[in-house]
Every structure is written in C-alpha cells, then in structure tokens.
C-alpha cells in the first residue's frame, strides 16, 4: 500500500531542510531535457533514504513537485471517451470509473524529489494507485482514438493534393 500523500506533501520539505538542504518548489522535471535516472521506488520506497543519497554526494537543493489531482482531468478524459473505438463494455466500465475518480479532486496525486549531480537529474516519484489506474485509462482511451490527421493533407487522389 502507498502513502497517504497528503501528509507526505507536509512532511518531505521539513526532511529536506532538516538535513540542510534547500527546498525548491519547482514544476515536474519528467520532460527536463536533461538525462534522468529514477530511484527505483519499488525495491526502496523510503524517500529520506534518497535524501541521504543526496546528502552523500554533497548535493546543496533539492527540487520539490507536488501535482493535486482536478476534476477536469476526469471531463476531459469523459470528453475523450466519447471519440474513442473502444468496445461498449469497456468504454462504459471506463466511464464509471472515471465518474468515481470525481471524489479525488484536490487530492495530492503525485510528488517528485530531484536533484541535479554532474550533468544528470535523480529523480524519486511516488503517486497514488488511483492516479496510476486514471493514466492507464487515459493511455487505453487516446490509443483507441482515430488519427485522422493522415487523412487531411490527401486530396481525393491518395498523395495528390489539388486546390481547383
């Protein structure tokens, strides 16, 4: 089971600066152009030991994200739902779900740590099993949508275009 994080939001900033270390409140760094390696969570889910690794290395900041969960996540995957070639029992089992997943708005659903050592970004995570259960449905949801932007650049001879 994970941790309420909630109360993790709370208690990671006081661990970080107990330790001497800056906290800087900063956006997710998943699409940071620069390399990052993941603490593998699975195996060691404690953070602070993570925090201790910063401390080794001689690490001055660490950078704190925290995402709260909004119900227009679950209205525009709603929306989604309703282009998606998904079978009709799947795409109504997914409309309820997603309609239950309202109760979470608010709610912390993902916070990183990171840090930057020699050109390189360690990265801890940690999210909710709902918030991964939502992604998972958001992933099934825009692979069973239809591209149709293949279709726009052809004109009515497949490859050739014509404005007359």
């Not at 950078?63 to 525009?76: C, L, T, W």
């Not at 997914?94 to 608010?106: A, F, I, K, S, T």
């Amino acid at each position: 089971m994970k941790p309420n994080l909630d109360e993790l939001k709370t208690e990671m900033p006081e661990q970080i600066e107990g330790r001497g270390l800056t906290v800087f409140p900063g956006f997710s760094r998943m699409m940071d152009q620069t390399p990052i390696v993941f603490w593998d969570s699975d195996k060691n889910s404690d953070y602070k030991a993570f925090l201790d690794a910063a401390c080794e290395i001689g690490v001055k900041v660490v950078v704190f994200h925290n995402r709260e969960f909004g119900s227009e996540i679950v209205e525009d995957a709603l929306e989604r739902l309703e282009h998606a070639t998904l079978p009709r029992e799947e795409q109504r089992a997914y409309d309820r779900r997603l309609r239950e997943m309202r109760v979470y708005d608010g709610f912390t659903c993902a916070i990183e740590l990171s840090f930057d050592n020699d050109g390189i970004a360690y990265m801890f995570e940690v999210r909710t099993e709902w918030f991964d259960e939502m992604n998972h449905i958001l992933d099934d949801i825009e692979a069973s949508i239809p591209d149709d932007d293949d279709d726009k650049d052809e004109g009515p001879i497949g490859g050739y275009f014509s404005k007359n």
